[in-house]
């Protein structure tokens, strides 16, 4: 169809269509998608009337309703040559441009666009004939370089552009098939001379060709790169083939110097690197499809990336790792006072110091793990936790041998591949619960790991070479030190840490413990918080250890339940306090006993201690007619059977001077039981409180309901030196006994007990069983005399008060 602008009559309103992403040339067929509403409106008018609408662009591509401000004023009167609706309810139309036109005004905004336009002709051609004929020429010049370099364009323009004279008309042309930016378009169809208009696309397709131009050079340096590489891939393939052909093939050249240049820049011990450059040339002289090439390949690589000179920088301000101390951990000042003294020798002497070989020995829960990392962050060292707990191969420790496959390094050397430094601090994790079958002995092996002597050439199966290990700061923690074999025992400095007392976990609960679960349950403290009352209540009455891991959980457990309650609606604080704790958790899971309330003959408090702390341990005796003997109850050890046998034969040997009648060990019988059997029970340090019920009922004397005892006692009546003094003492006290008979042995264990608890307690120092009688006996509720020895003056025991 041809169209002329004398014969198509274009009317001086028309409706509008905005279109995006384009501009419509005259002359120019071209589909377009209509999906906006008031546009297909637009289209619904013009195929009502003559097919005519005006097209003009919008200056912002994203705008989806678009204003007056936002279209250009410039733009096509086209008709529509065919509608299609599509499923999607858009409407598909192709149009073909008529001429140009400019809107002059709106008529109409809704539900279309309608404007009032103007047709613009062409500028009359003026100038030199020659001058337009060179711009033509030129024009089409670079459009066929351009189609030469790969644009994409229509192969019939170049056929199209032979039949077109008018510069105008070619300037449209070409600028509508090259795909230009809404911007660079519209500005070709603004331009209303000839002249100029064709100028401008000359302009344009000039860039255009010199951006084509660059990426093609720019393909082509590359493939050039491409086919250089290719070229060296293909001769050094050759060269493979020839060396192998002649039998001296080296496939790993490159490799083979890559390493050797490792191994010379890792500061390997002379010893060391001879070692790992034979084996390098081992490999470089083997085929590389031989089995053994990538087991040498791996065992060098193990040389390559351990540490042998790399070595973290100590951080020796005593001040600052002090504080780092104090911080993580509460009181534990032995094993605080331990690492600064090894920071202050370490700052006083730089060279030749090996580090420590320690041991924190404890009960569960205490934070002797969690120490070594504070101690790690103290000094500024790495840090790494080696679980030795169930581990019962040896080879776990020392590696294994290279002749097995899949052999690899043991625990140890991989750690130190892990920390990349040759001084972190390494933590021995249950060392006490190694164990041993068919495939050798672990703490064997560790022998030579923590001997200070032996260390610095510790040799690794797998490595086969020395490395020095003196450097690493070893810490080792166990609960049960008598696991330990007694050579790897003597080995490492032992630094016993006890169990919390209720103060300390009060005092930890109030500055870790409490902050920490807030935060991990997602309360506030504008939620919930815990009174000093009901933090006792809670270690009372719901947890039974010398640690804090419990007391974790119980006070997690009430965040819990105060997060419940606040995604309930229930914002209100919570007051954790001595009286809604039991609300909260439940029924106290634990009850103590009851402090005696009068001096009672046989019934004598003693003194035990466990892994979870100190405890309270009453021995009830009773006898009744029989033919003698000894009845033991309460599921007792061998070792405090013996010590009740002991004290019945010191009874029976001192009968006379205790006024004990000889007749009472042939015609009576005496039980002795300690109540909670369903716990065992064991140990020496109840002798004298074994002694004490058994002659108090042998003599019908009451026992002092105030005071507690623990000491271990001989057939000759002396009275032996016992542990867990801090644990018993501290136990008495919760109990409400401040008098303690104490062997004279353990006066020094005073020191392990805080001053504020000794503040308010007594003890009694004793060396013999008769010191012990002249305290423990309550004379005011004597019923019957004690006997010649008692009521002799007998030597008096030895006391100590906080002073």
């Not at 510069?167 to 603004?190: F, T």
């Not at 344009?204 to 990426?215: D, H, P």
């Not at 003597?490 to 209720?502: A, K, N, P, V």
Request: proline residues 4%.
């Amino acid at each position: 169809m041809k169209f002329d602008d004398k014969v198509i009559s274009v009317p001086e309103n028309l409706p509008l269509l905005p279109i995006r992403d384009v501009v419509i040339f005259p002359y120019m067929i071209f589909p377009l998608y209509v999906g906006r509403e008031n546009s297909i409106r637009a289209v619904e008018e013009a195929l009502a009337k003559n097919r005519l609408i005006f097209l003009a662009s919008q200056k912002e591509i994203s705008e989806e309703n678009p204003s007056e401000s936002s279209i250009y004023k410039v733009g096509t009167v086209a008709m529509i040559l065919r509608m299609r609706k599509l499923p999607d309810g858009r409407v598909k139309i192709f149009i073909q441009g008529v001429s140009k036109g400019e809107i002059k005004s709106y008529v109409k905004t809704d539900p279309y666009f309608e404007v009032r336009c103007d047709k613009i002709p062409d500028v009359p051609i003026q100038g030199s004939p020659i001058e337009f004929e060179a711009m033509i020429r030129t024009a089409k010049e670079h459009l066929e370089k351009i189609i030469a370099l790969g644009r994409m364009l229509s192969p019939d323009i170049l056929l199209v552009l032979d039949d077109v004279t008018d510069p105008g008309r070619m300037a449209d042309l070409i600028a509508s098939n090259l795909n230009l930016k809404v911007g660079d378009a519209q500005r070709v169809l603004e331009t209303h001379d000839q002249k100029k208009r064709l100028q401008l696309v000359n302009d344009i397709l000039a860039n255009e060709l010199e951006v084509l131009q660059m990426q093609a050079k720019i393909r082509s340096q590359a493939k050039d790169e491409m086919s250089k590489s290719q070229r060296e891939y293909f001769l050094r393939e050759q060269m493979r083939a020839i060396k192998n052909e002649l039998g001296d093939g080296d496939t790993k050249s490159e490799e083979v110097d890559e390493l050797r240049e490792k191994i010379k820049a890792k500061g390997m011990p002379e010893s060391v690197q001879i070692e790992a450059l034979k084996q390098l040339g081992r490999l470089e002289r083997m085929h590389p499809d031989a089995s053994e090439a990538s087991m040498l390949r791996t065992y060098l690589d193990w040389l390559i990336d351990l540490p042998w000179s790399q070595s973290s920088t100590d951080i020796l301000d005593i001040d600052r790792a002090r504080k780092i101390l104090d911080e993580d951990h509460y009181d534990l000042h032995k094993v605080k006072d331990r690492i600064l003294e090894f920071l202050a020798v370490r700052k006083l002497k730089e060279k030749d110091l090996r580090g420590p070989i320690l041991c924190f020995a404890g009960p569960p829960g205490v934070g002797k793990t969690s120490l070594g990392k504070s101690i790690a962050k103290a000094m500024g060292r790495e840090y790494f936790r080696l679980s030795l707990g169930g581990v019962k191969d040896e080879a776990e420790i020392r590696g294994h041998r290279r002749t097995y496959v899949g052999a690899m390094p043991g625990k140890i050397i991989q750690a130190l591949k892990a920390v990349k430094t040759n001084n972190p601090v390494m933590v021995l994790d249950e060392i006490d619960k190694l164990g041993s079958d068919f495939r050798g002995d672990p703490s064997a092996a560790m022998l030579e790991v923590l001997d200070p002597e032996q260390n610095s050439t510790f040799r690794d199966n797998y490595l086969n070479v020395d490395f020095d290990l003196s450097n690493v700061l070893f810490i080792a923690t166990a609960n049960v030190i008598e696991n330990i074999p007694g050579a790897l025992r003597d080995r490492m400095e032992l630094i016993h840490i006890s169990g919390y007392t209720e103060n300390d976990k009060l005092v930890i609960a109030r500055n870790h413990i409490i902050e920490k679960q807030i935060k991990q349950n997602g309360v506030t403290p504008e939620h919930v918080d815990f009174t000093d009352e009901g933090v006792r209540n809670i270690i009372a009455g719901y947890t039974r250890e010398a640690g804090v891991r419990n007391l974790e959980r119980e006070i997690g457990s009430i965040c819990r339940k105060i997060a419940k309650r606040v995604v309930s609606g229930d914002t209100s604080k919570v007051l954790v306090n001595g009286e809604n704790v039991h609300d909260l958790l439940g029924a106290p899971r634990f009850l103590r006993d009851e402090r005696l309330t009068e001096s009672q003959v046989g019934i004598v408090t003693g003194l035990a201690w466990t892994q979870v702390g100190g405890e309270i341990l009453y021995v009830e005796a009773l006898k009744m007619k029989g033919k003698g003997g000894l009845v033991l109850t309460g599921q007792l050890g061998d070792v405090m059977k013996e010590s009740a046998k002991a004290a019945l034969s010191y009874a029976h040997a001192h009968a006379e001077e205790l006024g004990i009648d000889e007749s009472v060990f042939e015609n009576t019988e005496i039980h002795v039981h300690l109540p909670a059997g369903a716990t065992p029970k064991d140990g020496p340090s109840a002798g004298i409180t074994l002694a004490t019920a058994i002659i108090s009922l042998l003599t019908d004397t009451p026992v002092r309901m105030d005071l507690a005892m623990t000491g271990e006692v001989t057939l000759a009546g002396r009275v032996l030196p016992i542990g867990g003094v801090r644990e018993k003492a501290l136990a008495a006290l919760n109990h409400g006994v401040t008098t303690v008979i104490l062997p004279l042995a353990n006066q020094k264990d005073l020191a392990d007990i805080p001053d504020q608890f000794k503040e308010k307690m007594k003890f009694i120092f004793v060396e013999n069983v008769d010191e012990v009688l002249a305290v423990a006996f309550d004379r005011k509720a004597d019923r019957k005399a004690v006997g010649a020895k008692l009521n002799k003056k007998p030597k008096i025991p030895r006391a100590a008060s906080a002073a």
